[in-house]
Structures are given as structure tokens and as C-alpha cells.
Nanobody
Framework: QVQLVESGGGLVQAGGSLRLSCAASGSGFSSAAMAWYRQAPGKQREWVASITVGGSTNYVDSAKTRFTISRDNAKNTVYLQMNRLKPEDTAVYYC???????WGQGTQVTVSS
């Protein structure tokens, strides 16, 4: 069973940067499309970015020019580099393994104005 562990969240001022990491246990990571989602207080969980097995990426419109998703198959890890953060980016960020449908436990990102 694949387990996902997110890290890298924290408190940052608007305009700052954070890099989130999601480490996957088990085998087969290189065969999995991966994604980041987020859930703000009182809102539904929303998709933020995804990366295919081949490295193609897609982003929600609000993240296209500020966030970068990447993966390191040797480390079984997917990353989300977030730049020029805004208060509206405040949420719990989750990673997801599309191959098996697993979710991580989430990491809190708080952006102060």
C-alpha cells in the first residue's frame, strides 16, 4: 500500500515562497501520475497541479505563473514550488497518487498579509 507524507508547509508573508514535498513509500512511484490539491477553511478541496509519468504538468489558473510541480523518481518524491504567495493560497495542501488513489495527511500553508 502506498503511503504519502507531505512536508514543507508553514507560515509565510505574502510575496514569499515555500516548497512542499510529498514522499511516497512502496514501489511503482515512477508509474504514478501525481497531483497536489488544497482545502481552505470552509471550502471544498480543489485541484492545484498535476504531473504525468512523462513529466507533463498542468495547473489551476490561479497557480499557473506562480507554482511549479516537479518529481524526482529516484527519491519517490513530488514537489510543489510556490512563489509570490498570496493570502488566498492559505489552505491545507495534500498530495495524491492517481494510480492507487492515495492521499497524504496534508501540510498547512498559511500566508499572512
Amino acid at each position: 500500500q502506498v503511503q504519502l507524507v507531505e512536508s514543507g508547509g508553514g507560515l509565510v508573508q505574502a510575496g514569499g515562497s515555500l516548497r512542499l514535498s510529498c514522499a511516497a513509500s512502496g514501489s511503482g512511484f515512477s508509474s504514478a501520475a501525481m497531483a497536489w490539491y488544497r482545502q481552505a477553511p470552509g471550502k471544498q478541496r480543489e485541484w492545484v497541479a498535476s504531473i504525468t509519468v512523462g513529466g507533463s504538468t498542468n495547473y489551476v489558473d490561479s497557480a499557473k505563473t506562480r507554482f511549479t510541480i516537479s518529481r524526482d523518481n529516484a527519491k519517490n518524491t513530488v514537489y510543489l514550488q510556490m512563489n509570490r504567495l498570496k493570502p488566498e493560497d492559505t489552505a491545507v495542501y495534500y498530495c495524491r497518487d492517481y494510480r492507487v488513489g492515495s492521499w497524504g495527511q496534508g501540510t498547512q500553508v498559511t500566508v499572512s498579509s
